[in-house]
Structure formats: C-alpha cells, structure tokens
Nanobody, 126 residues
C-alpha cells in the first residue's frame, strides 16, 4: 500500500514557475513507476508526465515538453514536477499516481495506476 500526498500548488502569473512534490509513504517507493495527471472541471484526468521506477525513463505530454520536467528522489520517497513557463491553460488540479513495477518503463494510461494522491490546485493567471 502506498499513500501519496501532493504539495506545491498555488496561484502564479503566466510565465512563472512552480514545483510540485508528491511524497509517498512506505519503504517500497523505489519499486513504483510514477505519473502526474491533471484535471479541469468537466474534463477527464489528463496525462502530463511519467517516470520509471529508477528515473531512467521519462515521458511528457507534447504540450508541456520543454516546460515541465518530472524527476524523482527515491531516497526521499518523492517525485517532482518542475513546471516552467506556465500558461493559463495549465490551470488544473494536479494528481500524482503510483504503479508498482520495476520494469524500465513509464505508463501514460490512467488505468495502469493503482494509487492516487488527493490533488493540488495550480492556477495560472493571464
């Protein structure tokens, strides 16, 4: 069982930066692939970025490539999403998710993930 707690959201002007953190409980964090998703009212949860269990492989949504970076620190049981050059369309509730597995891959589909955090709000003003 893994419990995930996101933090770092807030209100920022367009062009600004935020770093989201997702702290995981448990001693087996390093055996989980991780992902970030986001959701706006009336829309489904959208994939943003994912990272393999050891950080060796990452993948990001095309619209955030070059602006967002996913990383992890297994010693701190934490995964990060560094968001730069934020745009109003990035406004959403951001969720982190965990999927057990030590294969060298990432997961883009929501259905693969077994555990979810409660979400953190990111609001980008124009």
């Amino acid at each position: 069982q893994v419990q995930l707690v996101e933090s770092g959201g807030g209100l920022v002007q367009a062009g600004g930066s935020l770093r989201l953190s997702c702290a995981a409980s448990g001693r087996t964090f390093s055996s989980y692939a991780m992902g970030w998703f986001r959701q706006t009212p009336g829309k489904g949860r959208e994939f943003v970025a994912a990272i393999s269990w050891n950080g060796g492989r990452t993948y990001s949504l095309d619209s955030v490539k070059g602006r967002f970076t996913i990383s992890r620190d297994n010693a701190k049981n934490t995964v990060y999403l560094q968001m730069n050059s934020l745009k109003p369309e990035d406004t959403a509730v951001y969720y982190c998710a965990a999927k057990q597995g030590t294969s060298d891959t990432y997961y883009r589909e929501r259905g693969f993930y077994e555990y979810w955090g409660q979400g953190t709000q990111v609001t980008v003003s124009s």
